[in-house]
């Protein structure tokens, strides 16, 4: 009797398990790393090789490294780890090229979900009538990400559009991977030496925060009318976001203006149309840049995808899933750091990064100025051609990790935003330096001088406290 009750209990806490949201993913984190572990061993071991030798595919053989193991395991883990290997995937320099390299096989190629799955989503989100004012909707997915996939349609009146859809069942499955990845991060905060200062807890809490907002799409349709009004007020009229539809836009769905023309990557047809891409890079900076010092808010995923040189010569700003925010104060402190940074000023560097992050007990100083010198100076003498991105942002990290220093979110962000550009500036403007090009230092000291006066003037008509 005991031995059956004992091995009811077992059932029923495994049933729990796999119905609980939390549990269920701990079960698929168990599975698949044990399926790529055993994967690992049969290539290591020349199984793998045999085995396609044995069954004629020979030919087809490829070793797993490592970035491809892990690549494979994102992608059974679903949604969540796809959306964090993309941030590998555009994020060079930050982490090892061979996993940034393998990562961008899921920029782009995600598994579409079917169209049926667009249809009922729509219908559940507007209803059948409001559902059937879009018309024309192209069953080929336009694109296929993570999150969501995008469709191109018509309104009824001829409104050419396209359609952003969620996934089914994402957020659920998101927030319980979250819940996952930050016990896991607790663990490495732990267990590994001076894990604390790149501050797992903090970076998975900052991705909770950021996937949080990217699921609900009445957000992102709020921040596409908030960078166009930023544009109309700095006089940006060649420079815009697709505009939405709020009508048709729920936290699963956005419908939004079609953008035609090209990605800033499609470096043969931009040369080939005689477009002058290094003055639209320049005009793209600038106007980005003028987000961060007047309003605090900034495109936070500049990736090459993310930028299009339209038919109609003007610059669009896509997917504004992802946001940077300032208050007034970080945006003064990181103003500061884009001026001590251009001018190679690295002790007032060095203050400006105590001042966010705090001073460790028994910082040397000096040594502290000399390597973040060593770490940036290459950004102001060099071009992008001839910058090694690859090893940028790790030598930022290991000047902290050496000084037992925490760099501060903000400028990590600021900086990881502006080295999202060398993607394609290489290939566009490969003798153009962002941090030394006098069409945008000069600019950015003028956009800096004029927030400071008007915040100053802001502060003054102020009612006194």
């Known amino acids: 009797m005991f031995w059956y009750s004992l091995l009811a209990v077992v059932a029923i806490l ?23 572990f055993w994967l690992w ?44 290997g993309q941030i590998i995937a555009s994020s060079a320099g930050m982490f090892p090229d061979a996993y940034v390299k393998e990562f961008q096989k899921v920029l782009d190629r995600v598994k579409p979900f079917p169209f049926a799955d667009v249809v009922r989503t729509l219908n559940e989100e507007l209803g059948a009538e409001k559902a059937a004012h879009l018309i024309d909707i192209e069953p080929k997915q336009l694109a296929s990400a993570s999150i969501a996939q995008v469709h191109t349609a018509k309104l009824r009146d001829g409104t050419l559009v396209v359609i952003k859809v969620q996934r089914p069942g994402i957020i659920g499955r998101c927030m319980a991977d979250m819940k996952l990845m930050r016990m896991l991060a607790k663990l490495v905060q732990r267990f590994r030496k001076n894990a604390d200062l790149a501050n797992p807890v903090g970076v998975v809490d900052d991705f909770t925060k950021t996937l949080s907002e990217e699921l609900d799409f009445r957000k992102e349709a709020a921040n596409l009318d908030k960078f166009n009004e930023i544009m109309r007020e ?14 048709y836009t729920t936290r699963k769905i956005l419908v939004m203006e079609r953008f035609n023309g090209l990605r800033v990557d ?30 605090g808010f900034f495109h936070g995923d500049v990736h090459a995808g993310n930028l299009m040189l339209l038919d109609d010569d003007t610059i669009g700003f896509l ?13 003064y402190l990181v103003t500061d750091y884009m001026i001590a940074f251009a001018s190679g000023n690295y002790k007032r560097l060095a203050e400006i990064i105590i001042e966010m992050a705090g001073k460790p007990d028994n910082l040397d100083m000096d040594g ?98």
């Not at 495994?14 to 790529?36: D, E, G, I």
């Not at 470096?267 to 005689?274: N, P, Q, V």
């Not at 997917?319 to 945006?331: C, E, H, L, T």
């Open 14 to 36: 495994f049933l729990l398990s796999v119905s609980l949201p939390v549990p269920r993913r701990v079960w698929a984190l168990v599975l698949y790393t044990a399926k790529y």
């Open 41 to 84: 061993v049969a290539d290591a071991l020349g199984l793998r090789k045999i085995w396609f030798k044995v069954t004629g595919k020979g030919d087809r053989f490829q070793p797993l490294t490592r970035p491809m193991l892990f690549r494979m395991w994102c992608e059974d883990m679903g949604p969540t780890f796809i959306k964090f």
């Open 234 to 247: 700095l006089g940006h009229k060649h420079i815009h976001a697709p505009v939405p539809h709020h009508e």
């Open 266 to 295: 499609r470096f043969e047809e931009i040369k080939a149309r005689g477009i002058d891409g290094e003055t639209k890079l320049v005009d793209g900076l600038r106007a980005w840049f003028q987000c961060v010092v007047f309003y």
């Open 319 to 331: 997917d504004f899933g992802i946001v940077g925010r300032f208050d007034d104060k970080a945006r």
């Open 368 to 465: 502290f100025v000399g390597d973040l010198g060593e770490t940036y100076r290459p950004l102001l003498t060099l071009s992008f051609g001839e910058v090694n991105y690859s090893e940028f942002l790790p030598g930022i990290q290991r000047t902290a990790t050496r000084h037992q220093m925490r760099m501060p979110n903000e400028f990590i962000l600021i900086t990881k935003q502006l080295l999202y550009f060398d993607r394609y500036a290489k290939s566009l403007a490969p003798k153009l330096n962002v941090f030394t090009d006098p069409r945008l230092v000069l600019g950015m000291m003028q956009d800096i001088q004029k927030a400071r006066m008007q915040a100053d003037a802001k502060r003054a008509a102020a009612p006194p406290t």
